[in-house]
């Protein structure tokens, strides 16, 4: 990490939108599907990604840690966004994850089922998941 550095972003490849399709049905995904919040899925432990998952420790929109989130999945990357007015619930939203948890870790997660009507772990049908390309920066300490 370089001097004056403390934080690390993960975002999806720039102009693709097929560059993070991890866990769900992707079948009818194109390069030019939209990304939308009903893509998003994140969670902590077995809550909102229990089988395939990107693993981002502390990941959230700004890397604060009271939206944080260890686990990435869906069609899209995206983060828990806290509602106006809200101090703890919180929406999906598309965009980059960023952590300031140290070391930084990005880890994979994933089982043997893709697709077929029924999985062997009673999961929601996977179906042409693809895989990540996924862009990082490093990003400046916070001051406070």
Known sequence: MASGYCGIRWSQYPGDMV?????????SMTSTTPLT????KYGDDTNGCPYDFL?????????ST?????RFCG???GFCRVSQGQTVNCNAAVGAVMTY???FVLGVVTDEDEGGS???????QDKANRGFKLVFNQQPCMSG
Request: avoid cysteine; aromatic fraction near 2%.
């Open 101 to 103: 948890s140290k070391p």
């Open 66 to 70: 009271h939206t944080a989130r260890e």
């Open 55 to 63: 693993r981002i420790p502390g990941g959230s929109e700004d890397g």
């Open 19 to 27: 560059s993070f399709t991890v866990s769900g049905d992707a079948s």
């Open 37 to 40: 919040v009903q893509s998003v």
């Open 118 to 124: 029924q999985t062997a772990n009673n999961a929601p």
């Open 75 to 77: 069609q899209a990357l």
